[in-house]
Each structure stands twice: as C-alpha cells, then as structure tokens.
C-alpha cells in the first residue's frame, strides 16, 4: 500500500512538474505572439520564472526515480558484491541528508513566508509562499525519495533506478 502511495507520489509529482512546463509554454507563446497585437500579461516573466522553477524542483524525485540523474555511475558500476552495497548506501545516506537539509530550509524559508505575509515586488502582488511551495514541495518529495530508495537498498536490495 506505502508502495503504490510513494510511487504515486513521484509520478504526480512528474506529471506536476510537466504542467508547469507546459504553463511556461503558453505563457512564452502569450507574451512573445501577443506584443505585436497589444497582448500584455502584468508581470509575466515572474509567472514564467515560478513555473522554472516549480518544473526543476517538483521533477526531481521523478528524475531521481527513473535513474535519469546524474550519479556517479562510472565508479559505482565497476564496484561489486558488497563494497557496490556499501558505496550504494554511503551515496543514499549523503543525498538524503543534504536534501533533507535544502528542504528543511525551503520550507521553513515557505513557512515563514506565510506566516509574514511576504508579497512579490512585481507588479501584481502574490503571497511568496504560493510560489515557493513548487521549491519546498520539490525538494520534501525529492527527499522522501531518497530516504524510501535508501531504506531499500539497506534491505538488501538493488537500487531501483
């Protein structure tokens, strides 16, 4: 049940982040095809860098899951038996905990955002934390990955990605 959950999660969060990617688009295709028609959308470009950065954030742990990001494969792959295992798990446990570290401070960073009721400098106004929860977000799923992908391998299991 945690299983189909925790995969579910990082699926989600993918076909999330592919929203946004898709939202960067039209913004794009809005901003750059609407000036010669008069077409202007107020503070575009901070809508267009929220969703970059909600895209780069909330696909991490999809990336992470698929095995589509950069590791250190060209030593862990000449590795076998239970020095492979070991080094596996040195690498997890460092991830983790600097991941764990970013997200702690992203949403502590998000929290307090909320809590002061920061607002954006543009030129519409928007509460900070609603577009620093792709950021938090990102990074608590991303870490959770890495915990779950952890906890897997100190079971004696192959990596999954």
Known sequence: MIRICLDRLYLYSGYL???????????????SAGRPLG???????????WCMAATAFL??????????????????DRLTGRTKQIV?????VIGAGFTGFFAWHASVMT??????HD??????AVPLWIPQLGYSGGL????????DELIHVLRGYPPRY
């Open 17 to 31: 982040a592919g929203l946004f990617l898709i939202a960067i688009f039209i913004l794009m295709m809005i901003l």
């Open 39 to 49: 077409i202007n959308i107020p503070a575009g470009d901070d809508f267009v860098a």
């Open 59 to 76: 696909g991490l742990a999809h990336t992470f899951r698929h095995g589509e990001m950069i590791r250190v494969g060209l030593l862990i």
């Open 88 to 92: 596996e798990i040195v690498a997890l």
């Open 111 to 116: 929290f307090q955002s909320f809590q002061f």
């Open 119 to 124: 607002m954006s400098q543009g030129v519409i």
């Open 140 to 147: 608590a799923i991303l870490f959770i990955a890495f915990v």
